[in-house]
């Protein structure tokens, strides 16, 4: 998803994780629940709260970590108001990009649902 916004506007690496990785998470946290609550005691010391507070706090605690490092974690900090990601949706699909993930369940709708989170 990232390769797509570096393509299509010139945004480096850093960027486009810090862009997608927060929104991925959100969408992803049923899925992908037991790792980030290991994310969350191991890498950010979240261990009071409920399952989905700790989790919810690694997200938000992760999101925080790149704006802290002065790379912005949103489309519109970038000057990007959303009106391409028909555009990068449809370019995951003509480069195959249409199960990703380390489950490959990330599927073209879900990535679209991850870059709208992201505007």
Known sequence: MGHELTA???LDH???L???LPSLLQAKKAQKRAKLLQ???RVWDLREGSE????DGAIAATRAF???MGVPTHMADYQLDGSTIP???AKLKEHGMTALGEHADITPELSQKIY????
Do not use: P, W
């Open 116 to 119: 709208k989170a992201a505007r």
């Open 8 to 10: 299509l506007h010139g």
């Open 87 to 89: 555009t990068l949706v």
């Open 66 to 68: 790149f704006e802290k």
């Open 18 to 20: 810090a862009i997608v």
């Open 14 to 16: 850093a960027q486009t």
């Open 39 to 41: 994310y969350a005691e």
């Open 52 to 55: 989905d507070q700790r989790i």
